[in-house]
């Protein structure tokens, strides 16, 4: 595996390559990507001992088990979210959005839609989780949290697949909460993950599935802009590439209180998302990875 530096630091050869390998692998069907996807989430899982054991306890500590039903579940479609990043980025819009085959809550959009209000949407690493603003932005505008990643191989390829259409992106930086804001005031869509790990000063203590978790702020700040609703959402990957099932709710707790509050909540809304579908949730993550001066602060805390 290559360190983010190597990443950034390998040739332009190396980004021709990526670019050649994304736009062949777009060429195959979904089915073809999932089952090439699964295998691959299992070579992972073989090839990288910490990766494993990451994926495990990550498991176990949200379910107080280690079912292997789920574990294996989990690992082939860590490989599967992986392998069909080309095709929803690259293929035509119109029919990565035509994947969805089936849409379940559409009425909490309308209902927002009909209040006028700026609408969150709140969105785990479960699922298809690419595909839940390319949906949206077909039939409105959406602003979507963008974070360039480690590897800027990917970086022209994401954005090709983000930002098209009625979808833009904003960056994680204080331009981007700007514009993620006045978005919101403008009575349009605003998407994100909250369950990366921020960078220090961005977040705060939380727990997550019993185990305090370093958690971003953002989606709860954004969450106090005035007339703003907060819609849950995720898309179950179907087997065998038959396509996706858009699901939206709305919160099952008031989400209000002082900001650590608020980021409690919406930890455990994410939870009950993730329970409806664990085999889709990517636990290889490091969610609960600590961030060099939040762990001096907790070490702080806990000698005070």
Not at 93 to 122: C, N, T
Not at 229 to 258: D, K, M, N
Request: with cysteine; proline share 7%; charged share 20%.
């Amino acid at each position: 595996m290559f360190s983010g530096q190597t990443l950034r630091s390998l040739p332009q050869e190396f980004t021709v390559f990526v670019d050649i390998l994304f736009r062949l692998l777009a060429r195959l069907p979904l089915a073809w990507l999932h089952r090439l996807g699964g295998w691959a989430g299992w070579l992972a899982y073989a090839a990288s001992p910490s990766y494993r054991r990451r994926l495990r306890r990550n498991l176990h500590s949200a379910l107080g088990r280690l079912d292997s039903a789920i574990l294996h579940t989990a690992v082939a479609e860590s490989g599967r979210q992986a392998l069909e990043l080309p095709w929803l980025w690259l293929r035509p819009a119109e029919e990565v959005v035509a994947s969805v085959v089936r849409v379940e809550g559409w009425e909490w959009v309308e209902a927002a839609q009909r209040e006028s209000a700026g609408i969150l949407f709140i969105t785990p690493h479960l699922g298809c989780f690419e595909i839940t603003a390319q949906y949206f932005a077909s039939h409105a505008p959406v602003t979507v949290l963008y974070r360039p990643p480690r590897n800027r191989a990917l970086e022209p390829l994401m954005q090709a697949g983000r930002v098209r259409g009625r979808m833009q992106t904003a960056p994680a930086d204080l331009s981007g909460v700007r514009k993620l804001v006045k978005t919101l005031r403008s009575k349009e869509a605003v998407g994100m993950l909250p369950d990366q790990v921020p960078g220090a000063g961005e977040g705060v203590w939380a727990d997550f599935f019993g185990r305090p978790a370093w958690t971003m702020t953002l989606a709860a700040r954004l969450s106090e802009v005035k007339g703003v609703q907060v819609i849950y959402c995720w898309a179950e990957r179907l087997p065998r590439g038959q396509g996706y099932v858009f699901r939206l709710s709305g919160p099952t707790e008031p989400l209000e209180g002082p900001l650590e509050q608020r980021v409690a909540i919406m930890n455990r809304e994410v939870e009950r998302l993730i329970l409806q579908c664990p085999g889709q949730y990517i636990w290889g993550y490091n969610r609960y990875k600590k961030p060099r001066s939040a762990r001096a602060a907790a070490d702080e805390a806990e000698a005070s």
